[in-house]
């Protein structure tokens, strides 16, 4: 690790999982990262970043923490098969590299919360059934968990609650729905050929 000089993470997922927002609660800022070819050179304004126009080659840094380095994987859930290759070749290359400052060190793979009733699409399961990371880690995010809290209030409304009383009981009932929804999610990933290492749930304040 000590020759390591910067972190270098690709970050997937299906489009509008929160991976903007992610990156920069890392780096705490809200500016847009520099983007440029790997060798230095600035490649397009920060504002296409937000537009989702990625190539996964290119490198994502922000000032407010130069040590971390990213690559954004655009989403490829309604992609065509090149650009699932195109992927999966990356991951394969920079996970097995013999260049200690090409090499990828950890994976992260959102999943909305947005998309709760689909929690995870025929092409995630497609990834983490071909692509072999080797060493590399692959942390699954659970990203937009704030999205579970009009499920909460619905269900808890359903039940016969008054609204005071369901508002004093939606934190809980969030945090219930979130553990179902993660627990479906392990089983589902867990059968696959390469399933994650870990899971996170991105909370609106913190990570945890």
């Known amino acids: 690790m000590a020759n390591i000089k910067r972190f270098r993470i690709l970050i997937m997922g299906r489009a509008n999982a929160g991976k903007t927002t992610i990156l920069q609660r890392v780096c705490n800022t809200t500016d847009n990262p ?4 790997g060798k230095g050179r600035k ?5 296409c970043f937000q537009r989702g126009h990625h190539n996964i080659e290119h490198e ?3 000032s407010s923490n130069p040590g971390f380095v990213f690559h954004d994987s655009c989403g490829f859930e309604a992609g065509s098969a090149g650009q699932f290759d195109e992927m999966k070749n990356f991951v394969v290359d920079r996970a097995v590299t ?13 999943i909305p919360m947005t998309d709760y009733h689909r929690t995870v699409t025929a092409a995630e399961q497609k990834f983490f059934n071909e692509c072999d990371t080797a060493h590399v880690p692959v942390i699954v995010l659970l990203t937009k968990t704030d999205a579970l809290h009009l499920a909460a209030m619905e269900e808890l409304l359903d039940s016969g609650l008054d609204l005071g009383a369901a508002k004093k ?8 729905l979130l553990e179902g929804w993660l627990t479906h999610i392990k089983r589902i990933l867990g059968k696959c050929k390469f399933p994650p290492k870990a899971y996170i749930s991105v909370q609106s304040k913190c990570l945890h």
Do not use: G, N, P, Q
């Not at 490649?43 to 504002?47: E, G």
């Not at 009981?169 to 219930?176: F, G, L, N, V």
């Open 60 to 62: 994502l840094v922000f």
């Open 169 to 176: 009981k939606a934190a809980e009932k969030e945090m219930e």
């Open 34 to 37: 520099e983007i440029t070819d």
């Open 98 to 110: 013999a260049s200690l400052k090409r090499r990828i060190h950890a994976i992260w793979f959102c």
């Open 43 to 47: 490649v397009f304004a920060a504002k």
